[in-house]
């Protein structure tokens, strides 16, 4: 006969609602602070924007807390683990549908819009009422309303950013083993450059950011090409500095002497996070930038 095991079911939790509060002032305060910027002028944007990321922080370090203290106390048994497994794969699931909505979004205005505006297939009369002179090309640096821009290239800074990523998925797995074989040094090594190559390609992309406005005229206004190049590159850097976030937590925890070969879930839902975001930069990488 099977042997039975507890079920721990934690009591009610606020961090649910401090997130979702959080979320919301980060959106209407990024939205309003893109306003403000467009308008050249002074709003309660970014500060809206500043409180709704020290509300996540909160969130994170409160939620992080009561997750640890409850594992290490020894309230989580097998059939939990295998709760937490499936939902760490819905969650990524749910990631994997977020972005290949983005990547749907640039399919649709690259190969079907543009086109239709340049007259093909049956569009052509759209083209001469609309604009006569339009041309269909991507990236579309030159759109119909007159708005002029350059595009970003895939070498230089997304190039360095793409094997920086790719080392760091690198490191990450060699962590892993390291725990996995009890080995604390390799274990403490590995995630500490991956923290910092996280760091490292978080900087350079602000850095690529600030040659695209600057020195490329790139921004939110420059049409559908600008438009897809900030979503798709802003919300990965979003997952980045959230896994890197995780990342942190975790070496904190190692340091703390948590984790055996046995019992680390909370370290494997953090990798399979952090391969999950160089994965999709890699897709980003060529469908953005090389193609």
């Known amino acids: 006969m099977a042997e039975q095991q507890s079920y721990y079911v934690p009591a009610s939790s606020p961090w649910p609602i401090v997130g979702a509060v959080g979320l919301g002032l980060i959106a209407w305060g990024a939205g309003h602070t893109v306003i403000d910027m467009s308008k050249e002028q002074d709003g309660y944007g970014s500060t809206v924007l500043t409180i709704g990321l020290i509300v996540i922080a909160v969130m994170l370090f409160g939620w992080f807390r009561d997750q640890i203290n409850e ?3 020894g309230k989580y048994s097998d ?7 499936q939902g760490m794969s819905w969650f990524i ?3 994997v549908m977020f972005f290949a909505a983005f990547f749907g979004a640039l399919f649709y205005a690259r190969v079907i819009a543009v086109q239709w505006l340049g007259g093909d297939s049956n569009n052509a009369m759209t083209n001469e009422v609309l604009w006569p002179e339009f041309v269909a090309h991507w990236p579309l640096v030159n759109t119909p309303g007159g708005t002029e ?3 970003m290239g895939w070498y230089g800074l997304p190039a360095i ?3 920086i990523l790719l080392i760091s998925s690198v490191t990450c797995h060699f962590a892993h083993t390291g725990l996995e074989q009890n080995k604390r040094k390799q274990l403490t090594a590995m995630l500490g450059i991956t923290i910092i190559l996280g760091c490292i390609f978080l900087y350079l992309q602000g850095a690529e950011y600030v040659h695209a ?3 490329l005229g790139l921004a939110l206004d420059s049409g559908i090409y600008g438009n897809t190049f ?3 590159t802003g919300f990965h850097g979003m997952h980045v500095t959230l896994g890197t976030v995780m990342l942190i937590v975790m070496f904190l925890r190692v340091l703390k002497g948590h984790f055996t070969p046995d019992n680390h879930f909370a370290f494997q839902a953090t990798s399979w996070y952090w391969h999950f975001v160089d994965v999709v930069w890699l897709c980003l990488f060529v469908v953005v930038y090389v193609l």
């Open 161 to 163: 950013n793409t094997i």
């Open 149 to 151: 821009t350059q595009a």
């Open 230 to 232: 900030y979503m798709l």
């Open 79 to 85: 059939q939990l683990g295998v709760s937490y497994k």
């Open 93 to 95: 699931f749910s990631e």
């Open 213 to 215: 406005y600057e020195e």
């Open 71 to 73: 594992s290490m106390s």
